[in-house]
Structures are given as C-alpha cells and as structure tokens.
C-alpha cells in the first residue's frame, strides 16, 4: 500500500518503518535525523525479522508530511539501510499491548464487568493486587483504564507503543534487495 500524502501541512502521528543490516551505530544515526529536526520519538521498537542479520525499526513520531519525508531521505542514505517507509497509524496493522495493576478487593467487587465488556483477562492474583492484560487498539486500552481509574481500581498501568505489521513479508518488501543467500546462509 503507499503511503497517503498529506495535502497540508498539519502535524500528525507518522509510523516509520526501517529494515537494516544489523551493524552497531545504526541506531544512533537513526535517531540523529529526528533530533537534529528537534523532532520528539514518541516510541522506538527494534526487533529482529525472520531474514538473519535484517533487523526492523518501528518509530513514532508526531510531524508534518514534509519533515516526515525529509527525515525519510536521510534515513535512505544511511548505508546499512535496506529500505525505509512512513506511513499514517491508519495505514498499518496495529496493536497495542496494556497492563493494569488493580485492587483486588475492587476487583473481586467489580472486576466482571472488565473481563467481560473490555475483553481483559487476567494474568496474576496475589493478595496485594491483580494484573489484568489488555490487547487492542489504543482507545480500546485507554477505555479501559479509564474505567479502572474512574472506579477506583486502578493502581498501576502501563502500555506499549504500537506494534505493526507490514502487509507484505520481510522477503516481499525487501525483493531485490537483499541476496536471500547472503542473510539466510542458504
């Protein structure tokens, strides 16, 4: 899917996708592109593909469609750079993961409602507290701990970032790239 041009100027969440070698320093001139901009990372993944030696980087960032692509270009001209998308949250497959820590005495009260209407589930009971595991879109797990602050339940919370998927697979969207033989050992 390409990614859709902004007509204006406005600043929006862009997601930043980048596959690379997997070579020491590339993060730090990563990053660079967006602080010498003074453009704030809102979140930073990296984790390895099933292709040995490519790792993925997932960045947001809150910006204009025009620093996005500038950022974007200097990001291509890294050497160890393989390929480098931008795209609007709308565009990926996306998910986030959220723990909330909560009161078990509430919890045992009113805590039905939450496994049920918020589709949480339950992942430790002790007596001090419950934690409870929420998977979903953001406002999905925002709605949620709203629900658990305004009851009172609520003593700890904590989220990640959105974790994407691309449409394609690393092989797909790095064709022609890469010798498969070179980062697979074939």
Do not use: W
């Amino acid at each position: 899917m390409a990614p859709i041009k902004d007509t204006d100027n406005t600043v929006r969440e862009y997601i930043i996708t980048v596959f690379t070698e997997n070579q020491v320093g590339v993060l730090g001139r990563i990053t660079s592109l967006f602080t010498r901009r003074k453009i704030n990372i809102e979140s930073l993944k990296v984790s390895e593909t099933p292709v040995k030696g490519i790792s993925m980087f997932t960045i947001h960032a809150f910006t204009t469609e025009d620093t996005a692509c500038r950022i974007l270009s200097g990001i291509e001209r890294i050497i160890e750079v393989l390929r480098a998308d931008k795209y609007r949250t709308d565009e990926l497959t996306a998910q986030q993961i959220a723990l909330y820590k909560v009161s078990p005495e509430l919890f045992l009260k009113n805590g039905d409602a939450c496994l049920k209407e918020y589709s949480a589930r339950v992942i430790e009971i002790n007596p001090e507290y419950v934690v409870l595991e929420r998977t979903g879109a953001k406002e999905e797990i925002e709605a949620l701990r709203k629900y658990l602050s305004d009851s009172g339940m609520l003593l700890q919370f904590t989220r990640s970032e959105n974790i994407v998927l691309h449409n394609s697979t690393v092989e797909t969207a790095l064709n022609g790239i890469i010798d498969r033989q070179d980062y697979l050992g074939d």
